[in-house]
């Protein structure tokens, strides 16, 4: 998906909002960029939080066309995400979106691993949806810390062949890393993989790929200021020099980033909200 797409800046309504696991799941009417969404992309929404003077990026984490309803899965990581997962149904919303590059989907049905990071999970959901309609087989790995921290995924059959979870204190699924259960996977055979989660774990997945020799897409998470590619503030190192994430992605080539480059994230562990 090119930033060549339809993007807009329009007002929304927050139709609900429901708890997620530890996360909150957004459904937002707002017709305009529902349609045109595609798995991967984000929208910029207007907060009124105190000191909050940018729209904040979300992911979107899947649309009802029909409806005209877009979905947001939200971290309560800083001012502006506490803000709209407090807000009352029915409060209207400015936003701008779709915004950036989303996932590429294979030409042809072939086997596709979708690795996902705590909430990272939920916007491969809706590309897993995509997958399996396509006639693709999917798998999905859902990793986090603890069982508190994983993105319950409802409804595996419309999503994935098959789900594994894994936390790395072993309190739900298999123990260890997502990184992990994806190097076993690989050993089945060739795939496109898609990763989405912190960028720690999308360095991981990309040195894993590259080694097997496999073509890899990642969601990148950087801090952004404008979302619409001026400030420069989520740059990423690649190998072509620096793309900005907002328009360049935040859907990459795994293998075109200079992962010995990226920035850690920073002390706090936000990069956005």
Same mark, same amino acid.
């Given at each position: 998906?090119?930033?060549?797409?339809?993007?807009?800046?329009?007002?929304?309504?927050?139709?609900?909002?429901?708890?997620?696991?530890?996360?909150?799941?957004?459904?937002?009417?707002?017709?305009?960029?529902?349609?045109?969404?595609?798995?991967?992309?984000?929208?910029?929404?207007?907060?009124?939080?105190?000191?909050?003077?940018?729209?904040?990026?979300?992911?979107?984490?899947?649309?009802?066309?029909?409806?005209?309803?877009?979905?947001?899965?939200?971290?309560?990581?800083?001012?502006?995400?506490?803000?709209?997962?407090?807000?009352?149904?029915?409060?209207?919303?400015?936003?701008?979106?779709?915004?950036?590059?989303?996932?590429?989907?294979? /030409?042809?049905? &072939?086997?596709?691993?979708?690795? %996902?990071?705590?909430?990272? *999970? !939920?916007?491969? $959901?809706?590309? +897993?949806?995509?997958?399996?309609?396509?006639?693709?087989?999917?798998?999905?790995?859902?990793?986090?810390?603890?069982?508190?921290?994983?993105?319950?995924?409802?409804?595996?059959?419309?999503?994935?062949?098959?789900?594994?979870?894994?936390?790395?204190?072993?309190?739900?699924?298999?123990?260890?890393?997502?990184?992990?259960?994806?190097?076993?996977?690989?050993?089945?055979?060739?795939?496109?993989?898609?990763?989405?989660?912190?960028?720690?774990?999308?360095? /991981?997945?990309? &040195?894993?790929?590259?080694?097997? %020799?496999?073509?890899?897409? *990642? !969601?990148?998470? $950087?801090?952004? +200021?404008?979302?619409?590619?001026?400030?420069?503030?989520?740059?990423?190192?690649?190998?072509?020099?620096?793309?900005?994430?907002?328009?360049?992605?935040?859907?990459?080539?795994?293998?075109?980033?200079?992962?010995?480059?990226?920035?850690?994230?920073?002390?706090?562990?936000?990069?956005?909200?």
């Amino acid at each position: 998906m090119t930033v060549d797409a339809a993007v807009s800046a329009t007002t929304g309504t927050l139709i609900a909002t429901r708890p997620a696991g530890r996360y909150h799941r957004c459904s937002i009417a707002a017709p305009d960029v529902a349609t045109a969404a595609v798995p991967g992309q984000f929208v910029a929404v207007e907060v009124q939080a105190p000191g909050t003077l940018l729209r904040r990026p979300f992911a979107i984490a899947g649309v009802d066309t029909a409806a005209g309803v877009l979905h947001l899965v939200v971290a309560t990581v800083g001012a502006g995400s506490a803000w709209l997962v407090a807000q009352a149904v029915s409060t209207r919303l400015r936003l701008t979106g779709p915004l950036g590059r989303g996932f590429t989907m294979p /030409a042809d049905p &072939g086997r596709c691993l979708l690795v %996902g990071g705590g909430y990272g *999970v !939920a916007a491969l $959901e809706w590309l +897993g949806a995509r997958l399996l309609a396509a006639g693709h087989r999917v798998e999905l790995l859902s990793g986090a810390a603890t069982a508190q921290a994983l993105y319950p995924v409802t409804r595996h059959d419309t999503v994935a062949g098959t789900v594994v979870e894994t936390t790395e204190d072993g309190s739900s699924g298999q123990r260890g890393l997502v990184t992990d259960a994806l190097g076993d996977r690989l050993r089945d055979g060739d795939a496109m993989v898609y990763a989405c989660g912190p960028m720690p774990m999308l360095a /991981a997945v990309a &040195g894993i790929t590259r080694r097997a %020799g496999m073509t890899c897409e *990642v !969601a990148v998470e $950087e801090h952004m +200021g404008c979302s619409v590619g001026v400030c420069m503030t989520c740059v990423v190192p690649t190998v072509h020099g620096y793309a900005r994430s907002c328009i360049d992605g935040p859907v990459m080539d795994a293998s075109r980033i200079r992962w010995e480059s990226v920035d850690p994230p920073r002390e706090d562990g936000l990069r956005h909200g």
